[in-house]
Structure formats: C-alpha cells, structure tokens
C-alpha cells in the first residue's frame, strides 16, 4: 500500500533526519514546514517528501501513477499525528457524581481521603470483567484517534491487585493490537494506597514489589513504572525503593510529580534517570535547575490544571531554563476526562502563554521522546511511520489551537492506512 498526497497547502512538523533527542528550550520555537508540499508513503513508512515547484512534473506524474492511492489535499495541511504521552485510558465507568463534589467545593485530597477518587475507580475496575473493561476502554482509543493522536502511554494504577493491574496492563496492550495506536504501557501500582492497606502504606509499597510488580513483568505488560508522589499518596523514599526494584525489570521511572505540593518528586525522578516528571503546578527554580541537562523530559498536562481549577506551572520559566517540555492529555475519569490533544495546546497558549510552534512540538516530537517512540513517530520524517492527518481547508497552523473546539482533521493516516472512522 502506498498513497501519494499532493498540493498540501502545509506540511507541518517536518525533519529530514528525526531529532536525535528532545527539543529544550528556544529550539521549542522552530516548527519546520514546508509549502506546496508533496508526500509519499510506501507501506506502514514515510518514503519521501518534497516541493511540488520543486519537483519535476514527470516525477509528480510517476509518483501518482504509481500510488495505490491519491489525496488532492489543495488548500489543507498535514500535521505529525499527535504522541500522547501520560494517559491513564483504561478505567471502568466514570466519576461525573465528583466532580459535582469538586463544584460543590471539595477539594481533589478531600475526595480522595474520604476514599473516593482513585479508590473509586478502584472499585469499579475491580467489578469489570477484563473484555468489558477492553470495550469501554475501545470508545475512548477511537475518540483519540479521531482527534489526530497516533501514538499514546497508556498507565495501570486503577487495580492495585496483581489479578487487576495485570488485567488493566493487558487490556492497554489489546488496545495496541485493535486498534492502530502505537501503545507504550506504564506500570503505576503506587498511584494510591489501596483501602486494604489503610495505615499502612509501606505495606502496600512491599507488596508491589514482592508480589505486584514482578507479576506484570513476568508477562511484559510495562514499559515504564510510575507513581505518584504527594502528600497523602506516595513518598520520596517509596519512589527510590519501587525505582531500584523496577531497574531489575528494565522498567524506566516516570513520576506523577509536583501536582499538589514541592513533592520531591522531580528530584527523585531525576536522581534515577526518569523519562519524565508529569504535571509540574508546583515548581520553581530549584526544579528547574535539578531539570537542566539532566534528560528528563518535563510533561505538562493542562487539562488536568484547568479541570482541578489550579495555578498552571511556570512553562515559559522553564523553558528559559532551557528544558525540554511535552504535553500530554492525562486522558483519565477523575482529574482530566479528554484526551483532545489540540484543547491541551489550546489552553498551553492561553494559561501558560507558549508560542504555537512550542505546543505542536510539545505534542508531537517531544511526546514521542517521553514515551520512547521517537525513532517512528513524531514527526514527518523519511523512515518513520506514516502517521499523519490531513485537516479540511484552513488558514494557518495557529488556526488549529485557536480554533478550539471545532474539529478540524478531515482525513486520517496510521501506519500507512487511510483510518475510516
Ligand atoms: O494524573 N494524579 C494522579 N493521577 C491522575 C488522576 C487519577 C484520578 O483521579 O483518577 C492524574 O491527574
């Protein structure tokens, strides 16, 4: 299968040779493009890309003759799909009942310590049989696919059993295989202490690591291993045992980190080598300083701030801290339940006053980085995957955030394949 796309009004996000490591900083600023595009794909791979005026017209005319399909994308552009990179998509049921708490006044700890929150998805993934739980989680993979994500990290943390994370483990990866979602998979067994344990968090951090954490590995359901780190949920020193247990399983760290308090998270996220430190709302420069040059990627999850009706982290900060930023959608039934990655950078813009060409690369490359997809996906690249979107007429690439609710993507490409949704 190979498709030919011609007369792109756009192409966006594209890079000769793919990015060897995250963008930090001002590079954040450049967003690559290329007018009056042509793009060629040959199977599930980007072949080529060029200049229509640039181009010869017999080389246009052989490259179409030649393509099992051809798209006239006049006046449209083609965006890198997008790479999600912190979602927690498989979960049971919903939990609409608090967030009518939360407008009530109750504040997301509150919730929480009166076992409800995460304790509460818990529950109902607990009474959800494993193809049950697939279906529901199926809806939402489709509805991201359909708002332009082609990749995306999917974490455990709402069975905090072995039979559960195993279940919810395996139903991330099912995902990867029906649908067309690249998939990475996190294990966050430490995401809350499980009402069994109450009191006894330490407890519960041995049996992850007696009986939980070897379980998902013995399958090789995950990629990473998280937890979250806060008052209330995870400490320091539970990061460091469950990070050195997880090295054992090649497991890297990523940590829910700073969310509600100067957690320490960051800086044990670092200290072992972190692909990223998720949410960010309460760093400063020491943070930051600890952030610098060390590799980990700092991913912010907007929606989960504006959800929570929190202070958004300090973004424009860290990138003169020269930091490397990715967004993510945190796509999840308590603190963020949207995995629209175009409103994650729509609200970037708006409550953290980041450039377009920033929160595109944050969506795209840099995602793709904090998930460990960056050698296939993230931008329109030769060699990588042909993982794109077509989007219907529109004026310019800022049109896209601006235009925050509308949908905008008339055609999708995964792997190669025309997506009919
Ligand atoms: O990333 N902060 C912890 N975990 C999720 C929320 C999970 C939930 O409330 O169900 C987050 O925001």
């Known amino acids: 299968m190979s498709l030919f796309v011609k007369n792109i009004k756009r192409l966006v996000g594209v890079r000769q040779e793919a990015p060897q490591s995250p963008l930090k900083g001002k590079e954040m600023e450049t967003l690559p493009c290329l007018d009056n595009a042509w793009l060629l794909t040959e199977g599930d791979r980007i072949k080529a890309f060029g200049e229509m005026s640039g181009t010869a017209p017999e080389t246009i005319g052989a490259m179409e003759d030649g393509a099992d399909g051809v798209i006239d994308a006049a006046g449209r552009m083609v965006f890198p799909s997008y790479c999600d990179s912190h979602t927690h998509l498989v979960y049971a049921g919903s939990r609409e009942m608090e967030f009518m708490d939360k407008l009530r006044g109750l504040s997301y700890q509150e919730i929480a310590r009166r076992g409800g929150g995460i304790l509460n998805s818990v529950e109902l993934l607990h009474n959800t049989p494993e193809d049950d739980l697939l279906r529901q989680t199926l809806v939402r993979a489709w509805e991201i696919i359909s708002l332009g994500t082609g990749a995306v990290e999917i974490k455990s943390g709402y069975g905090l059993t072995v039979e559960d994370e195993v279940k919810m483990l395996r139903v991330a990866r099912r995902v990867g295989e029906e649908t067309p979602l690249r998939v990475r998979t996190t294990f966050l067994g430490a995401h809350a202490v499980p009402a069994r344990y109450k009191g006894n968090r330490e407890g519960y951090v041995d049996e992850i690591i007696r009986d939980i954490m070897p379980a998902v590995a013995a399958e090789g359901l995950a990629d990473y291993v998280d937890i979250f780190v806060e008052e209330g949920f995870f400490t320091v020193e539970d990061a460091s045992r469950i990070f050195d247990a997880a090295a054992r399983y090649g497991m890297q760290p990523k940590v829910h980190a700073n969310q509600m308090s100067f957690s320490g998270g960051v800086q044990v996220g670092v200290k072992y080598g972190a692909a990223s430190v998720d949410h960010l709302e309460f760093t400063g420069p020491e943070e930051f300083r600890v952030l610098q040059d060390s590799g980990t990627i700092a991913t912010l999850l907007p929606g989960a701030t504006f959800f929570l009706d929190m ?92 235009s925050f609710t509308s949908q905008l993507i008339e055609e999708i490409v995964l792997n190669g394949k025309i997506i009919n949704r």
């Open 311 to 402: 202070d958004y982290p300090k973004a424009k900060q860290m990138l003169e801290y020269d930091l490397p930023l990715a967004i993510a959608s945190n796509y999840n039934p308590g603190s963020c339940p949207s995995g629209d990655m175009k409103f994650m950078m729509a609200l970037a813009m708006i409550k953290m006053r980041l450039t377009p060409e920033t929160v595109l690369n944050a969506a795209t490359v840099n995602g793709s980085f904090a998930m460990g997809t960056a050698a296939e996906y993230g931008s329109i690249t030769p060699g990588k995957k042909a993982s794109f979107f077509i989007t219907k007429e529109i004026p310019s690439y800022e049109f896209v955030p601006y």
